[in-house]
């Protein structure tokens, strides 16, 4: 994905010099080219444009699918199933979710203390750079506060008592989890109540604000995942007329008018380009899956549980990317792939690994039927998860019963010695229906194990999770 250069040179009608005399190219018609030119563009438009056009589809499920207008705040009052289609959710934590929009000026959200329960996540904005951490681990300590969103360079007069938050751009999200002390229905009524203590409204309105409206999505359909169709350039040149050009995207913006997509102008592709746009985000996407699969490292040597390459720059950069000398867009865009809402700070709360293979190394396919041990005292103070998502989409696989299995979970079945075994495929063995995750045939899947509260000898790995073993 970093052959612009080379893919021009191929792509382009011009004369090669060899041993000091010119070499006749390959000739292109003009219309050959112009595609080339097209999709070769389009491709790098995808890359760099990943994480605002995620933002878009999750905006646009907030207003359709949650029925959401700014200002509203989403929530699922109980663990999200596969109708939470976003990319790598858990099913074991509460969310709670809103976009704003401070075109028409700042936004106040007033954010309670984390009494009786846990309420903690990030304010992001809309290239998902992580603007700041909201509660215990955040700028308000758990103690609660009040949070000013600003317009990008807004130079008006900050009344007191504020936390601050100064994004480059007018559109953003949060997102929060909602932590109960216990899965009693007691303490979760607690963490629902505590949601519920949230203000989100204009600061114009700070002398009289409107009712606080909740939606929650329990068992709702929440569609917020991108479509890798031509539709992508068309949530990516809203985006682009919505925000202002930030200085580090100049060159890629000059590139994007060949598209037609322009700050000022209206995105109208024809047919024929809709079709070569086509083209190109499915190599785009390709590629997403394709950097997240083979530059996954073994975290235990020797097995197939690991980290992707871009893991290690996302936690040096705070997931922004960017370096003194680069912005390395096609590590953004893998990440952004792959999930959503990082923390502005990385703190030591959880530990994801994920894998793609089986202990053989084969990719994990919906039509095999799998087995993992998982081994007696994972280290993990809170609890553990493991949860299944769709290769292609990196969401739930859609229609499914069960994505995930975790240690809150009292239906579960534990060996004698503390060990768990959970089964994946198509079907279940015989009597293990409480530990088996269903799978679809015909369709690629891939797995994370979290570990929250994660302890010593996971890091300083004494204690190693086994591959997943394919059966039969």
Do not use: C
Request: glycine share 8%.
């Amino acid at each position: 994905m970093k052959s612009s250069l080379l893919s021009f040179a191929l792509g382009a009608t011009m004369a090669l010099t060899a041993l000091g005399g010119p070499v006749e190219s390959q000739t292109f018609s003009s219309e050959d080219l112009a595609r080339r030119t097209i999709e070769r563009r389009a491709v790098e438009a995808a890359i760099w444009g990943m994480p605002i056009v995620s933002v878009d589809a999750m905006r646009e499920a907030f207003f359709r699918d949650a029925g959401a207008k700014y200002g509203d705040i989403v929530y699922w009052s109980k663990p999200s199933n596969w109708k939470n289609q976003t990319t790598t959710p858990n099913q074991s934590s509460l969310y709670v979710y809103f976009n704003f929009n401070t075109t028409d000026g700042p936004v106040v959200l007033d954010f309670p203390a984390a009494i009786g329960a846990g309420l903690f996540g990030t304010i992001l904005d809309a290239w998902q750079g992580a603007l700041v951490d909201v509660g215990p681990k955040g700028e308000d300590q758990g103690n609660g506060g009040k949070y000013l969103i600003l317009p990008p360079g807004f130079t008006g007069d900050v009344p007191p008592g504020y936390i601050v938050v100064r994004p480059a751009t007018f559109n953003g999200y949060a997102l929060f989890r909602a932590i109960p002390e216990t899965q009693s229905e007691a303490d979760v009524a607690k963490a629902i109540a505590l949601v519920k203590k949230q203000r989100l409204y204009p600061l114009a309105q700070i002398a009289n604000p409107p009712e606080q409206r909740f939606i929650d999505m329990a068992d709702k359909l929440f569609d917020g995942l991108v479509r890798y169709d031509a539709s992508f350039y068309t949530r990516l040149a809203r985006m682009v007329n919505e925000e202002p050009v930030q200085p580090r995207d100049l060159a890629i913006m000059g590139q994007v008018r060949s598209l037609g997509i322009e700050k000022g102008k209206e995105f109208k592709p024809n047919e024929q380009t809709n079709a070569t746009l086509k083209a190109a985000v499915e190599q785009a996407h390709a590629e997403f899956i394709r950097t997240n699969v083979e530059t996954t490292q073994p975290y235990w040597p020797g097995t197939h549980w690991g980290l992707s390459d871009w893991v290690a720059l996302a936690a040096k950069t705070q997931f922004t990317f960017q370096t003194a000398d680069s912005l390395d867009v096609d590590a953004r865009a893998a990440m952004f792939f792959l999930a959503y809402a990082p923390p502005a700070k990385l703190g030591d709360a959880t530990f994801y690994v994920v894998a793609y293979r089986d202990a053989a190394g084969a990719s994990l396919q919906g039509g095999n039927n799998y087995k993992l041990r998982v081994p007696a005292d994972v280290p993990a103070a809170q609890f553990w998860a493991f949860t299944v998502y769709d290769r292609n989409s990196a969401g739930f696989i859609r229609e499914t019963k069960r994505g995930n299995l975790d240690s809150y979970d009292q239906t579960m079945k534990r060996n004698t010695d503390g060990s768990v075994d959970i089964f994946v495929g198509p079907k279940a063995p015989a009597g293990e229906e409480a530990n088996w995750i269903p799978t679809e045939p015909g369709k690629r899947w891939f797995t994370l194990f979290r570990f929250y509260g994660p302890g010593k000898p996971l890091f300083e790995k004494t204690w190693r999770l086994n591959d997943i073993e394919k059966m039969g």
